[in-house]
Nanobody
């Protein structure tokens, strides 16, 4: 089992940048693909992007492609979500999640961190 703790959320203005971090508890961090999701008020949770266990592959939702970048630091057991050119519609609670290599579903979730983008 892996525990995830997000940090870095806050209130920013449109056009600003923000970096979220997600620290994982296990030293077997490299066994997990990592994903970022978000949930805006009154909406369903949506996929933002993900990174493979090796860090060699990243993938993004169309809504954030070109603005958000996911990376991971295995030495720190941490995955990052760098967000640039933020828009008010990016306002949401952001969650990181982990899925064990070879599995289809994300089974481990953090508690979430709030990102609010003012216009």
């Amino acid at each position: 089992q892996v525990q995830l703790v997000e940090s870095g959320g806050g209130l920013v203005q449109a056009g600003d940048s923000l970096r979220l971090s997600c620290a994982a508890s296990r030293r077997t961090f490299s066994r997990y693909d990592m994903g970022w999701f978000r949930q805006a008020p009154g909406k369903e949770r949506e996929f933002v992007g993900g990174i493979s266990w090796s860090g060699g592959s990243t993938y993004y939702a169309d809504s954030v492609k070109g603005r958000f970048t996911i990376s991971r630091d295995s030495a720190k057991n941490t995955v990052y979500l760098q967000m640039t050119s933020l828009k008010p519609e990016d306002t949401a609670v952001y969650y990181c999640a982990a899925r064990e290599r070879g599995y289809a579903s994300y089974d481990y979730w953090g508690q979430g961190t709030q990102v609010t983008v003012s216009s």
